[in-house]
């Protein structure tokens, strides 16, 4: 499966984004999805994730609450919404995928398919 996140943009501290991660050559209802995320100098970081269904949804601590994971697999999509931006959200996100034999997972090294990212800068 080929993943194409998009979305990305610069928005000011407290706004709102939207990204989006749309997936070609197989059906999205074969694969877990998630998002990771790496600021300058950092490591690339999980940042939520969603089981093939929808039932399940994991989010990592600091984006509780503020980032909501969904999916249409009917559209063959992902979505991360984003609200009450920070500046430490600032990165480029991607988009990965899993296929639903295995477990859901918050580990970067469990995901076989990445997309490209799109960057999201928060300003203050």
């Known amino acids: 499966v080929q993943l194409q996140a998009s979305g990305g943009g610069l928005v000011q501290a407290g706004g709102s984004l939207r990204l989006s991660c749309a997936a070609s050559?197989?059906?999205?209802?074969?694969?877990?999805m998630g998002w990771f995320r790496q600021a300058p100098g950092r490591n690339r970081e999980f940042v939520a994730a969603i089981s093939w269904g929808g039932a399940t949804t994991y989010y990592t601590d600091s984006v509780k609450g503020r980032f909501t994971v969904s999916r249409d697999n009917a559209k063959n999509a992902m979505y991360l919404q984003m609200n009450s931006l920070k500046t430490e959200d600032t990165g480029v996100y991607y988009c990965v995928a899993i296929g639903r034999s295995r477990q859901l997972s918050r580990e970067r090294s469990e995901y076989d398919y990445w997309g490209q990212g799109t960057q999201v800068t928060v300003s203050s």
């Open positions: 050559g197989r059906s999205l209802s074969n694969y877990h």
